[in-house]
């Protein structure tokens, strides 16, 4: 029974991604005087993309044809290994925070991959982004969850959120930074604002979508729905930090588990619409900053528990 309840609980989480994205636009559209899309409008386009027809470019390799499968495959696969709310993973082991990291490290190789394969130029400098700003994004995952795997001595993602307790003040402080850096992590790898406007149409500010613009059909299917996917795993990983995972009660966890997503979801819209897109130069020194205070963080918090 607890194998199909694990099951179940991830294909709600696999289903509910779109309307994680739908809710946001909504309240995007709502705070700026707009009637906005339905909440359900992610659904409506992943039907529409689903039923037209995939066409490949003449330069296109096989590169071009498995780069969706294996993106969208790798983003499936990471979530079988984050703590959704108050449950166990699908999968869990010592040291899965380590696989975490470069499943969704082998989604953006591929979708660089099949960016690059095309040999337009477009896309190329696309791709070219996505991984200059990975080098800067990446170790704030690394030194976030690196950082509570050292205090309690653990290396797989769930016992390391099981032992997160928010009695300590210190350590209520210190998870509250680490959340923050966790949450511009997510904004970065989710190609959100400020870092990326994932509504614009303007070829030489884009970064994560103008690596698709030559996709269609099914492939763009995938790719739109890895995106909706890693959005809901990144806001799932950020909310881990304030569960109740010693929680008995699954309706309590359940209903806490929501709480903090609706939270979550009013930070990102508050940021998406208060904040203009920043430069292109100024993202790196945006994600050293967001390393920076988890560095800080680590130090401060080590020299008062001493």
């Given at each position: 029974?607890?194998?199909l309840s694990?099951?179940?609980?991830?294909?709600?989480?696999?289903f509910?991604a779109?309307?994680?994205?739908g809710?946001?636009n909504?309240?995007k559209?709502?705070?700026?005087?707009?009637?906005g899309?339905?909440?359900?409008q992610?659904?409506?386009?992943?039907?529409?993309l689903?039923?037209?027809?995939?066409i490949?470019a003449?330069s296109?390799?096989?590169?071009?044809r498995?780069?969706?499968v294996?993106?969208?495959a790798?983003?499936?696969f990471?979530?079988?290994?984050l703590?959704?709310?108050?449950?166990?993973?699908l999968?869990?082991f010592?040291g899965?925070l380590?696989?975490?990291?470069?499943l969704?490290?082998?989604?953006?190789?591929?979708?660089?991959?099949?960016?690059?394969?095309?040999?337009?130029?477009?896309?190329?400098?696309?791709a070219?982004r996505e991984a200059?700003?990975?080098?800067?994004?990446?170790?704030?995952?690394?030194?976030?969850?690196?950082s509570l795997?050292f205090?309690f001595?653990q290396?797989?993602?769930?016992e390391?959120f099981?032992?997160?307790?928010?009695?300590?003040?210190?350590?209520?402080?210190f998870?509250?930074?680490?959340?923050?850096s966790?949450?511009?992590?997510?904004?970065?790898?989710?190609?959100?604002?400020p870092v990326d406007?994932?509504?614009?149409h303007?070829?030489?500010t884009?970064i994560?979508?103008?690596m698709i613009?030559?996709n269609?059909?099914?492939?763009l299917?995938?790719?739109?729905?890895?995106?909706?996917?890693?959005?809901?795993?990144?806001?799932?990983?950020?909310?881990n930090?304030?569960?109740?995972?010693?929680?008995?009660?699954?309706?309590?966890g359940?209903?806490?588990y929501?709480?903090?997503?609706m939270?979550?979801?009013?930070c990102l819209?508050w940021v998406?619409?208060?904040?203009?897109?920043f430069k292109?130069k100024?993202i790196?020194?945006y994600?050293?900053?967001?390393?920076s205070?988890g560095i800080?963080?680590l130090?401060?918090?080590?020299?008062?528990?001493?």
């Open positions: 029974m607890e194998i694990k099951i179940l609980i991830y294909l709600i989480f696999i509910a779109p309307l994680f994205i809710i946001v909504k309240l559209a709502r705070l700026t005087g707009r009637i899309p339905s909440i359900f992610s659904y409506y386009d992943l039907r529409r689903m039923r037209k027809e995939t490949y003449t296109a390799s096989f590169i071009s498995v780069s969706p294996v993106s969208f790798s983003i499936l990471a979530g079988m290994i703590p959704i709310g108050f449950t166990r993973p999968i869990s010592n899965d380590i696989l975490f990291a470069y969704l490290g082998l989604s953006r190789f591929f979708q660089i991959l099949g960016a690059m394969d095309i040999g337009s130029s477009f896309e190329g400098m696309g070219a200059t700003f990975a080098v800067f994004a990446e170790p704030i995952y690394f030194f976030t969850l690196g795997a205090i001595g290396t797989s993602m769930y390391i099981h032992s997160i307790t928010l009695n300590d003040p210190s350590f209520l402080v998870i509250a930074v680490a959340s923050i966790v949450f511009f992590l997510m904004i970065t790898e989710t190609s959100r604002m406007d994932p509504n614009t303007l070829e030489l884009m994560h979508e103008v613009l030559d269609s059909g099914q492939d299917f995938l790719y739109q729905y890895s995106a909706y996917l890693k959005i809901l795993i990144y806001a799932t990983f950020t909310s930090f304030f569960n109740p995972f010693n929680a008995q009660n699954y309706a309590l359940f209903f806490v929501l709480a903090v997503m939270a979550l979801i009013a819209v998406e619409t208060m904040l203009g897109r292109m100024s790196p020194q994600l050293l900053f967001a390393a205070i800080l963080n130090l401060i918090y080590s020299f008062f528990k001493r």
